[in-house]
């Protein structure tokens, strides 16, 4: 992108793009890396979508006990 604001058919079209990308799994940063935006408008417009951030880290995050 050009570092211009995306306004119209085109913040339609990248925000829908960003929701399917990462409700399918993609990262943020993946995301962001695909559609050539930085990481602050990509998360604004997944936002903007209505999807619900994973926590970072994904699956890693949680905790466990080792029986030990």
Request: glycine share 14%.
């Amino acid at each position: 992108m050009t570092g211009r604001p995306i306004t119209g058919e085109a913040r339609i079209r990248l925000r829908t793009r960003a929701a399917d990308l990462y409700v399918a799994g993609a990262t943020i940063h993946s995301v962001r890396h695909q559609l050539g935006l930085s990481y602050g408008t990509t998360r604004t417009l997944l936002l903007e979508a209505g999807v619900r951030l994973r926590r970072p880290g994904g699956w890693r995050t949680t905790s466990f006990t080792t029986g030990t």
